[in-house]
């Protein structure tokens, strides 16, 4: 069975992978075709699942492992440690004509070695619906969970003591509408973050807390079979608990771009496009951040074995550091995917993240890599193997992070029915 919306799986991604913020997508949505590397069906590999009246149940459970050189990002004294987890999954997917259901719940229990006090449980639940076809449609989206945020990371600048974790609960409805050679997508979204203290370190964590509300219009128009331009406006206002050390972070933020789009069939799917973002803060102290906006999307098929993605995209997200109050992060994105043989893909991904910290003097530049095999052994049984390498560089004058290098493993066994 096959997801009908296109939902990320809840904690997807390599052992302890961390949320971050949505990434600002001002862009038409991005539809690959289905007999390609990594979306084509395999019979003989899929899970068969169980059908009850009409809905599609796929429960699955993942033993990983993996080993980190440097557990706390940190330079120097690094810790070297195992982490075990065990994640069960169920996934609940129903489609009609018009219509598609799918429900996605997921519990993750991660457990070190020797690092006890890094032990976590993060659980999620996510629901979506849509209704409509290609010329007209509708979605809503909701989910709550709790997740562990990555050390190391723009949002966690924790070197010591347990794991930073959030409560995230969010929503958005989104609609698609076609006009011949004209076409509209709108999004409308709010995301509601509660971070839990942590012992041993600085116990009140609420001056990260806060709301935000987005709302977002992509307008495209076809000038050929292949080729199409659009233009697109968002809006964020971000909505913080008060703290005396940094002051108040309220904010809207602004953001508009126009691009290209060039699509061909089965072969290349490519759009970019620039324009220019605000982040203007509510207190009249602080100093407004405005830059370059841009987004980009690529997906080339040079075989029928073969997947290029590739990605830019940008968010604004909040700030630990008392020098500055939020920060801008800029990442770009390529992935390929080789079907070595049928039933065994080849995987590598690479990503360099900017963070540009408003008019402070310093910035960061990080760099991850990873790789490895996918084997679908049968329909209920599936492995996987990576290798990852990451990077943060600080740069200019006073940053208050260090740079840290880390090299990781990861292997995990996924049982389906």
């Known amino acids: ?120 449980t993060e659980y999620g639940l996510r629901a979506a619906f849509r209704r409509g076809n290609e010329q007209a449609a509708l979605a809503a989206e909701g989910g709550y969970r709790r997740e562990v945020i990555q050390r190391g990371s723009v949002e966690n600048d924790l070197t010591a003591g347990p794991p930073l974790l959030r409560r995230v609960l969010d929503g958005a409805l989104t609609g698609h509408k076609r006009f011949n050679r004209f076409a509209l997508d709108a999004r409308a979204g709010v995301t509601r973050l509660r971070y839990e203290s942590v012992s041993g370190t600085t116990t009140d964590q609420r001056f990260r807390d806060g709301e935000r509300y987005e709302g977002q219009l ?92 590739g990605s830019v995209e940008q968010t604004v997200t909040t700030s630990p550091y008392d020098l500055v109050s939020a920060v801008t992060v800029t990442t770009g994105r390529a992935e390929l995917e080789y079907e070595y043989r049928r039933n065994v893909s080849l995987l590598a991904s690479g990503a360099l993240t900017f963070e540009d910290y408003g008019h402070a003097t310093y910035s960061a530049r990080t760099l991850s890599l990873s790789a490895g095999p996918v084997w679908r052994i049968n329909g209920w049984l599936s492995a996987q193997a990576s290798v990852s390498y990451s990077q943060r560089f600080a740069q200019g004058r006073g940053a208050p992070f260090d740079p840290y290098r880390q090299v990781g493993g990861m292997i995990s066994l996924t049982v389906a029915r």
């Open 1 to 120: 069975m096959r997801a009908t919306l296109g939902i990320a799986a809840l904690g997807a991604g390599t052992l302890g992978g961390a949320f971050t913020a949505r990434a600002q997508s001002l862009s038409p949505p991005v539809t690959e075709p289905d007999d390609v590397a990594g979306n084509r069906k395999l019979p003989r590999y899929q899970p068969i699942g169980y059908d009850l009246r009409g809905f599609d149940i796929l429960p699955s459970v993942r033993f990983g492992a993996r080993a980190d050189d440097n557990v706390f990002f940190t330079p120097d004294h690094r810790e070297a440690d195992v982490q075990l987890q065990v994640e069960p999954r169920l996934r609940i997917t129903r489609k009609t004509k018009l219509s598609a259901l799918a429900v996605d719940a997921s519990l993750r229990r991660s457990i070190y070695a020797r690092l006890h006090d890094q032990d976590t």
């Open 218 to 309: 992509v307008a495209s128009f076809d000038i050929s079979a292949r080729t199409s331009v659009f233009a697109g406006g968002a809006y964020q206002r971000f909505d913080y608990r008060r703290s005396p050390a940094i002051g108040n972070r309220d904010a809207d933020d602004w953001s508009g771009l126009i691009g290209v789009r060039y699509d061909l069939s089965r072969a290349l799917i490519a759009q970019v496009g620039a324009g220019y973002r605000t982040h203007r803060f509510v207190d009249p102290r602080q100093r407004t951040i405005s830059g370059p906006a841009i987004s980009a999307q690529l997906r080339y098929y040079p075989t029928r074995l073969l997947t290029v993605r």
